[in-house]
Every structure is written in C-alpha cells, then in structure tokens.
C-alpha cells in the first residue's frame, strides 16, 4: 500500500475525536485503484453515524461491476477487556453491490463472520450477534468529467456505535479497483469526514501525488487501431515494416509478443494467436483496453481512438 503524504484534521470536540489514514494500491495516472482508509473511534468518544469520502479529481469507474458482487469489506478488531473477560477478534463485513449504473453504484457491508469470543463477549455486554445484519449502506457516485468522486457511508445500526463508546473502534476499510485516477496526474485530495451521533463533525484532508499517465489505453495485437484483432493487423505490421507503409501510431499496439520491440515476429505471434492456437497477446488483451502493464520498453502508444 502506498501510504498517505499528508493528513490534516481541522479543529474538533473533544467528545469526537476519530483519527483516519488513507491509502491506494496504485498511484499511476489512468490506472483504476482500490483503496483503504484505517480509522480508529476511541473509548469514551461519540460514535459515528455517517462517513463521507470526497476525491477531488479521478473518477468511479463501475464498468463490469454487478449486483451482489463483493467490491469490499470492512473488518472490525475488537480488545474489550472487562473485569470478567478480555474479548477479542473480528467482526468481518463484505460490501456487496446493491445497484450499479453509469454514474452511482449503491451497496450495502453486511456483517458476514465474527471471530474470537466477540460474539459471546457483545452478548455479555448486552449487545445483540450482528451476524447477517446490515452494518452500513454506501452510496458511490462518480462526478462529470474528471472531477472526482464521492463515497458515502451511512451507519445502519446493526453495531454498537451509537452514543459514547464503551470501547475503541478501530477499523479497516477497504475497496476494489473502482477509482480511476486523472490520466493527468497531479495531486489528488481526498477529503474524509465524519460525522457523529449528535451531529459533531470531523474533517480530514489528505493529499497524494499521482504519477503521469502512460498515454492513451489500447489493445494490444491490434496493429492497424481499428478496435478489432484480425489478420489485418498482421498484414499491417508487415506492411509498415517492409512495404514502406504508415508506421503504426500505437507501437504498445503493434508489440504483439510484448518483448519491447516491433519486428516479423509479432506478426508471426498474431497469425499464431490468430489461426494456430497460439497465446493470444498480454494485457491489454484484444477486447479489453488499457496500458502496458509490463512497462519496461521504450514504445509508447501516441493515438488510440478504438478506446
């Protein structure tokens, strides 16, 4: 995980006082990135009742993402240590996808697993088994263009975390791919706040810096950049090597075998792929857009349009 730079909360009540720590399994610019946000809600403060996660550039990307398909989980680590017992393990929620569209995707954490004497330990405190409850209903919506995004999450009152708490609350949140970072780059902000029971609020601003993108997504295989994988991209290849043809505009493209250079042999690997039953070309696959995961060359891809 790569690690907030910078987290700066903005004066608070005492009797709230969470604390939050962003991170992105990814930072390149274009590149969709799951994320996960540690948050911590300390014995003898308020409890939460809504979360809201604000990212100023970028974008949701819910392509291929279904109704109840799991794009999260948030897991719980409780220490309760009372005069009777010490409790201690997991309350383990999935967020599975409720509705999805072109632009929000609605989902609900359902509590799924309870490690440890938790279960016994809450029952003790006079708290009931959450298991198979709702814990939080979360919104995603994906803002115009390329200005961001904005996850909601909403307390739904299967957990004990309403009033002042007994116990720390720490968290860990974390989601799929689904955020699309600015193929521009520059530094993303993402603005974190929390609001408690009796309306108290917290707000937290974190920034990242995200790298430059790598240039317009594309398939690989296809050669002659009209969104299909076909023998013309063979003859294409050939063509622009040896018949003194257009040279291709997306060289990631014509990099059929992925070796990091344009020769006969990825017209050789296409017609293979093509009519052989040879391997079919890396990431991105024909029919699937995207970069040049390996990135280790020196070809670059300057026009897509097929994307």
């Known amino acids: ?36 946000q540690d948050v911590l809600f300390p014995e003898g403060s308020e409890g939460p009742t809504s979360l809201v996660i604000q990212f100023d550039r970028g ?22 240590q009372t005069p009777v017992v010490i409790v201690a393990g997991q309350i383990i929620a999935e967020v599975q996808i409720s509705t999805v569209s072109s632009d929000t995707m609605s989902a609900i954490a359902m509590v799924t697993e309870i490690t440890g004497n938790v279960a016994a330990g809450l029952a003790l ?59 521009t780059g520059e530094d993303l902000g993402v603005n974190t706040i929390f609001t408690s029971t009796t309306g108290a609020v917290v707000s937290f601003d974190e920034l990242f810096p995200v790298a430059d993108s790598l240039g317009p997504e594309f398939q690989r295989g296809d050669c002659n950049t009209d969104g299909s994988f076909n023998i013309a991209d063979a003859i294409f290849s050939l063509d622009s090597l040896f018949g003194g043809g257009v040279d291709g505009s997306c060289g990631d493209a014509c990099d059929s075998n992925d070796d990091g250079s344009i020769n006969i042999a990825d017209a050789i690997f296409t017609l293979a792929a093509l009519f052989n039953g040879g391997t079919m070309p890396d990431p991105p696959t024909p029919g699937s857009c995207g970069w ?15 994307c």
């Open 1 to 36: 995980m790569l690690l907030v730079t910078l987290a700066v909360s903005s004066p608070c009540s005492a009797q709230f006082d969470p604390s939050v720590t962003t991170s992105f399994d990814n930072l390149q610019g274009g590149f969709a990135s799951g994320f996960s």
């Open 59 to 80: 974008s949701f990307d819910f392509t291929g993402f279904v109704p109840g398909q799991q794009v999260g989980a948030v897991v719980f680590d409780i220490l309760i």
């Open 125 to 183: 405190l006079g708290f009931p088994n959450p298991t198979g409850q709702v814990a939080f209903d979360v919104l995603f919506t994906d803002l115009p263009d390329d200005t961001g995004g904005i996850m909601s999450v909403t307390d739904a009152g299967s957990l004990p975390l309403t009033g002042i708490l007994d116990f720390d609350v720490p968290l860990i949140w974390t989601t799929e791919p689904i955020f699309r970072h600015s193929p």
């Open 292 to 306: 040049d995961e390996t990135n280790n060359d020196t070809l670059f891809c300057a026009v897509y349009n097929a």
